[in-house]
């Protein structure tokens, strides 16, 4: 009977420390499903970044074309305002040319007149 009695209380012993590392087998599963939990979730919150920087990254991408068609837009623009200016600059100095040989002439004119009063004067 005695051996029973230690066969048993090695037996619980034994389920003790079954249960023990049952226990904290549990405790380590809990643990790592919590963890495991977490990381989903980190895992889920950098995709849904991941995808609002993707959006972001192609209405910037959007934006970018658009500048730059505005940008060489503008620059046409401004070539042909730059030809503008450069006709109208070579007009207003021709037209200042014009007018400078009429101030010429309109001196001769006046000068020729000059001498002809005064040639009359002296009739």
Do not use: C, P
Not at 21 to 44: F, P
Not at 87 to 93: F, G, P, S, T
Not at 106 to 121: P, R, S, T, Y
Request: aromatic letters at 4%; glycine letters at 2%; proline letters at 0%.
């Amino acid at each position: 009977m005695d051996k029973i009695k230690e066969k048993l209380t090695a037996i619980r012993a034994e389920a003790d420390a079954a249960n023990d590392r049952a226990d904290a087998a549990d405790a380590k599963v809990k643990a790592l499903e919590h963890e495991l939990t977490q990381r989903e979730q980190e895992a889920t919150s950098l995709s849904h970044k991941v995808n609002t920087l993707e959006t972001q990254v192609e209405e910037l991408e959007s934006n970018y074309r658009e500048a730059k068609e505005r940008l060489r837009d503008v620059d046409v623009k401004a070539e042909h305002a730059e030809r503008q200016v450069q006709r109208v600059e070579a007009e207003r100095d021709e037209w200042e040319k014009k007018y400078e040989e009429m101030q010429l002439k309109f001196k001769a004119l006046q000068k020729e007149m000059d001498e002809l009063v005064n040639g009359m004067g002296d009739l």
